[in-house]
């Protein structure tokens, strides 16, 4: 029978995304028995962070201060807001280099079934963010599945209906694709979306 603390140790791996039970368990004796200097340091940083990340008063991405330094820059054009569902998804519209604007971070999307609301996802904060005077257009950056789109609809409405201007990103066949080895659905939007040269 294993120690109580090592059947905790894997347990609480488990709540990674896509780490089973067999997964957690390998984790968890390589922690112990080949890295416990990695393993110190892992649960060090994870208690620090705990302690200080706190979300931003303005756009709701984690940081350490009561507005993160993106939203503190004046480099940036404030006139542009950028909703995305994660902060992962703000790295890597931020990795593109091509928007200066500023964000709005939802830390989820609309799922009914899995009881995430607009209330959840505290959606009146969004609306006060947008309408704050400063904010010209609002993209709508979620992800293209079932959820991300109920979402985008969802946003679509309310800030319409409170004057804002509202885009969303485009889909299409990615950059050095090959239709061949594209999805049919993928093709079909690219038709839809298509523009003149």
């Not at 542009?80 to 994660?86: A, D, I, R, T, Y």
């Not at 079932?146 to 509202?166: F, I, M």
Request: proline share 4%; with cysteine; charged share 25%.
């Amino acid at each position: 029978m294993q120690p109580s603390s090592l059947d905790e140790l894997i347990d609480a791996l488990r709540c990674l995304p896509g780490v089973g039970p067999k997964s957690a368990q390998r984790m968890a004796y390589h922690l112990l028995q080949r890295d416990q200097r990695g393993a110190g340091r892992l649960a060090r940083a994870m208690g620090h962070a705990l302690d200080v990340l706190r979300h931003c008063d303005r756009c709701n991405t984690f940081t350490e201060e009561a507005v993160c330094q993106r939203c503190a820059s004046p480099r940036r054009d404030a006139s542009l807001l950028c909703v995305v569902e994660m902060p992962a998804d703000l790295a890597m519209i931020e990795q593109t280099q091509s928007y200066n604007g500023l964000y709005y971070v939802l830390m989820g999307r609309l799922s009914p079934l899995d009881g995430v609301g607009p209330r959840e996802l505290k959606l009146d904060k969004l609306l006060a963010r947008a309408g704050d005077g400063s904010v010209r257009e609002v993209i709508l950056a979620t992800n293209f599945t079932n959820e991300g789109e109920a979402t985008a609809h969802t946003l679509a409405t309310l800030l319409s209906a409170r004057g804002l201007s509202v885009s969303r990103l485009s889909r299409g066949v990615p950059v050095g694709g090959e239709l061949e080895h594209t999805d049919i659905g993928t093709i079909a939007q690219a038709l839809v979306e298509r523009r003149g040269l």
